[in-house]
């Protein structure tokens, strides 16, 4: 197996580094880890580098995937076509040890990659599947079903950036329905059905798809959804309004920590509608808001200084739970004291009583 792993990396890198071999101008030669668990492949830096050299690539890398040992696979930007996902995609199908693929910017069509969401549903060790930025490719929440309702394995999802159209119809489409690819307000609200039955997706990335009203459907989702810990929504035209349709949804969200709307359009009235649904929900940690530019320093600071309270209270909480439980026999199942606790705990933790937290504490008591 050794032997198999070292000539397969010679042949990467060979194939990696065929540019820096025929160029007069000196290259710095790109290397892959020596026990191969990371192939992070860029077969060329030249964006119009030869098929001939993407064809040896992939070989070599369904070769390593053929191997069955621990993978971790980014093949970014490397001009990758329907072909070459297809083979990939089949040496996946039943593969045991891959537990990561990162297929973004390359130049495969509709028809890869719907054949590629297809064999992946029956793959039972991928964890993490990236597809971000693939120019004129929209999915079909169709082909999606099978991959997120019955792979019990995924619990990373990159779809961002995938030109996602509002206006798509599945009942007027001229494509044939089997390699017709699109989601759409209707293929939004399928992904929300999809996303009530999972319960191993655990990270969800819809950045820049210009989901705007149709954000609702996810909406829907967080009302019920118990696994999901990450959501980013970033640079989606979300307004005020479609944000209250979230936070709503947020206020008994108990899994959610970390929430990506950067880059929307955002004012100052979805921060207080933020903040207002801080006041109920004890799992938030993060919520990114930068480059949202109706909303003033001020408004963000204060959200900052609340989110800083509350992650302050909830490690807190964890730290001095068995403390409670001793001292009262209560929450044996929760790692996180209920909000309407936290008062009591404030006299366990002296951390709490510093300079910097009395004045934000003071201030924002009223939210427990």
Do not use: W
Not at 12 to 34: G, I, W
Not at 244 to 267: F, M, Q, V
Request: hydrophobic letters at 35%.
């Amino acid at each position: 197996m050794d032997e198999q792993k070292s000539a397969l990396k010679r042949k990467l890198e060979m194939v990696m580094n065929y540019e820096a071999d025929n160029t007069k101008e000196p290259k710095t030669k790109k290397k892959l880890d020596d026990d191969l668990k990371i192939l992070d492949i860029r077969f060329s830096d030249d964006a119009y580098h030869s098929g001939e050299t993407i064809n040896d690539g992939i070989d070599t890398v369904v070769e390593a995937i053929q191997l069955n040992v621990p993978l971790s696979i980014s093949l970014r930007a490397n001009n990758i076509g329907d072909s070459h996902l297809i083979k990939i995609a089949k040496a996946l199908k039943d593969n045991k040890s891959v537990t990561y693929l990162d297929v973004s910017e390359n130049k495969f069509t509709r028809e890869g990659l719907c054949s590629l969401i297809k064999l992946l549903s029956e793959n039972k060790a991928l964890k993490t599947l990236i597809f971000e930025d693939i120019q004129g490719v929209t999915i079909d929440m169709r082909t999606i079903v099978p991959l997120l309702a019955n792979n019990s394995t995924l619990t990373v999802l990159n779809i961002g950036n995938v030109g996602l159209d509002l206006n798509d119809d599945f009942e007027n489409s001229e494509s044939d329905e089997e390699n017709y690819c699109g989601i759409g307000e209707i293929g939004m609200n399928v992904l929300s059905i999809i996303l009530l039955v999972n319960t191993t997706l655990q990270e969800l990335n819809l950045d820049r798809n210009s989901l705007g009203a149709s954000i609702t459907y996810i909406g829907q989702v967080l009302q019920e959804n118990k696994s999901l810990k990450k959501l980013s929504l970033s640079g989606n035209h979300i307004d005020n309004a479609n944000l209250k349709t979230i936070a709503d949804s947020l206020r008994h969200n108990t899994s959610l920590e970390e929430l990506d709307l950067s880059g929307n359009d955002i004012s100052n009235e979805g921060v207080d509608t933020l903040i207002t649904m801080l006041k109920t929900n004890i799992t938030i940690r993060k919520i990114n808001l930068e480059g949202n530019e109706k909303i003033d320093s001020n408004k963000l600071k204060e959200i900052g200084e609340i989110l800083h309270l509350c992650n302050k209270l909830k490690k807190n909480c964890q730290a001095i739970s068995v403390i409670l439980l001793h001292k009262n026999g209560i929450f044996k199942n929760s790692p996180i004291v209920p909000p309407d606790v936290l008062k009591k705990i404030l006299s366990f933790t002296e951390d709490l009583s510093d300079e910097h937290s009395k004045p934000i504490i003071d201030k924002h008591l009223k939210i427990l």
